[in-house]
């Protein structure tokens, strides 16, 4: 069984452009989860989806971030007119149900975005 | 959100049990245990959790205190794959609020050959 995908693994980006975070979860798991890793930091939830839908943006900034899980294709995590302090590592975790006591979460191997 | 508190590193020789201890003294009765570890360059792993009893798997053991204020986290033959950053988190069960997991800084351990 694949894992969960994350593409691309390295991203480089100037300021202002754009990146989008692709995020394949498990075969058969529809919940979506990205976290964000800044350089010396912990982990920080960012979104949760299901399929089509944004069910906790709580952990988003609210400006140039935005994540979306279409019913079919990966998970996209996109950063608009990227600033030096977007660069860090995102990783998308996949779960197979809600049952948020005790469902595991499976992570990918993350996306590490530089912006020069 | 219920809190834990772990120490920030800790040091194992190899093919030694390691103890991870986590102090969680205001879960309530529907919050699950989980631990997650981080290795270097590399994306969360899901490692165990539990709710009140015991637990065992393939990589560790859970125990859990009677009175859920606190549990261990229990590698019992550590190797050099075993260093990494160790998280305990706990998980509201039930309430969409339990859906993330929130990291704390975790405990770093580190495995001498």
């Known amino acids: 069984n694949a894992g969960v995908m994350q593409n691309p693994r390295h991203l480089v980006r100037r300021r202002g452009q754009e990146a989008r975070l692709r995020c394949s979860p498990m075969?058969?798991?529809?919940?979506v989860y990205w976290y964000r890793q800044l350089p010396e930091e912990g982990l920080k939830f960012m979104v949760y989806?299901?399929?089509?839908?944004?069910?906790?943006e709580s952990g988003m900034p609210k400006e140039r971030f935005s994540a979306e899980f279409p019913k079919e294709g990966p998970s996209i995590l996109r950063i608009q007119q990227v600033v030096r302090g977007d660069s860090a590592a995102y990783f998308c975790?996949?779960?197979?149900?809600?049952?948020?006591?005790?469902?595991?979460?499976?992570f990918g191997p993350g996306t590490r975005l530089t912006v020069l | 959100d219920a809190k834990t508190t772990q120490p920030n590193s800790m040091e194992s020789n190899e093919e030694e049990p390691v103890h991870l201890p986590c102090n969680h003294s205001?879960?309530?009765?529907?919050?699950?245990i989980h631990w997650y570890r981080q290795l270097p360059s590399q994306g969360p792993e899901y490692v165990i959790h539990?709710?009140?009893s015991n637990v065992n798997n393939r990589m560790a053991s859970l125990a859990i205190a009677e009175d859920r204020k606190s549990s261990t986290l229990i590698l019992h033959r550590a190797t050099l794959r075993d260093a990494a950053v160790y998280y305990c988190?706990?998980?509201?069960?039930?309430?969409?609020?339990?859906?993330?997991?929130?990291f704390g800084t975790g405990t770093r351990l580190a495995v001498r050959p």
């Open positions: 975790a996949s779960s197979p149900r809600w049952d948020s006591g005790s469902n595991t979460q499976y």
């Open positions: 075969k058969g798991h529809s919940h």
């Open positions: 989806l299901q399929k089509e839908n944004i069910i906790d």
């Open positions: 205001t879960i309530s009765g529907t919050d699950y």
């Open positions: 539990g709710l009140t």
């Open positions: 988190i706990l998980r509201e069960s039930g309430k969409s609020s339990g859906d993330k997991l929130t």
